[in-house]
């Protein structure tokens, strides 16, 4: 099998960072995105051309405006199928900046991922499709997919997908015991430290989207949710997305313990699952 490939070269841009003053998840999707097709070509025919079945990515350290990226990619095997390991860094220091796991509908030969890119707080594997109407979940977006949204082969991107994903994570905050006014006072942000995409069918643009979020795990510091991402004419599932975020504080950049009071919203909800 070849070795590693670079698959990825680029800068973070100022515009792309959030209200945390990092660069926001939808481009490190982004990013990977433009490594698997450069990876296709990179390592010898040995990834398949179709999409992967799930991409699993693992947050390790902050990328700021100005940081350099570079992705190398090469052939893993995880949970029974093969993969490509996509490993972003910014080489000017050599800082581990994120992990990406493509798992692909080919059969593996067995072995574990090293413990910095395998799992942590979500499962391996792509996410069954699920019902959405369980009493646990809360609508958390409506949307039209966008045409800019959109990759040129059609369908909506990573990107778009984990944007709305990022919005809706948001709306699903809010009502808890630690919405907006409680977070601001303690100058406290959320960011999402795991993410796994699993894409069944990638809408056209016009489709109307809605998304429908549950929370599946309650850590110290870590909440898991699980997003349905629904075609609102058919009902049809699209795409299951996992996420586990920590709050953390602005100042310190330290991931905080959850509230007791938060711990108890959530606990109530998915025991409603």
């Not at 350099?68 to 893993?76: G, K, N, P, T, Y």
């Not at 413990?115 to 009493?135: I, K, M, N, Q, Y």
């Not at 310190?252 to 998915?270: G, N, V």
Request: contains cysteine; negative net charge; proline residues 5%.
């Amino acid at each position: 099998m070849p070795g590693a490939a670079e698959t990825h070269l680029s800068t973070v841009e100022a515009w792309e960072c959030d209200d945390n003053d990092h660069l926001n998840i939808q481009f490190y999707f982004e990013r990977f995105a433009m490594a698997e097709a450069h990876a296709v070509l990179a390592l010898g025919g040995a990834v398949p051309a179709a999409a992967p079945l799930s991409r699993h990515v693992r947050f390790h350290s902050e990328l700021r405006g100005g940081d350099l990226v570079r992705i190398a990619s090469e052939v893993a095997w995880a949970d029974g199928r093969l993969g490509v390991l996509h490993r972003m860094t910014d080489p000017a220091d050599g800082r581990l900046a994120a992990t990406a796991v493509d798992l692909y509908d080919a059969p593996g030969r067995g072995g574990e991922l090293d413990e910095v890119a395998g799992p942590r707080s979500l499962d391996a594997g792509p996410t069954p499709f699920a019902d959405v109407s369980g009493p646990g979940r809360k609508v958390t977006g409506r949307w039209v997919v966008q045409p800019s949204e959109c990759v040129a082969a059609g369908g909506l991107s990573d990107r778009g997908l984990v944007a709305l994903i990022s919005r809706a994570n948001a709306q699903f905050w809010n009502g808890s015991p630690c919405g907006r006014d409680f977070m601001a006072a303690r100058n406290w942000g959320r960011a999402v430290v795991e993410m796994k995409l699993t894409v069944g069918t990638r809408p056209a643009a016009g489709t109307p989207i809605l998304v429908a979020s549950s929370p599946i795990q309650a850590l110290r510091s870590a909440v898991a949710l699980r997003h349905a991402f629904v075609d609102a004419a058919s009902g049809a599932v699209l795409a299951m997305v996992d996420g586990s975020s920590v709050i953390f504080d602005r100042v310190a950049r330290k991931a905080q313990k959850l509230p007791d009071a938060m711990r108890e919203w959530l606990d109530a909800r998915i025991g409603a699952e």
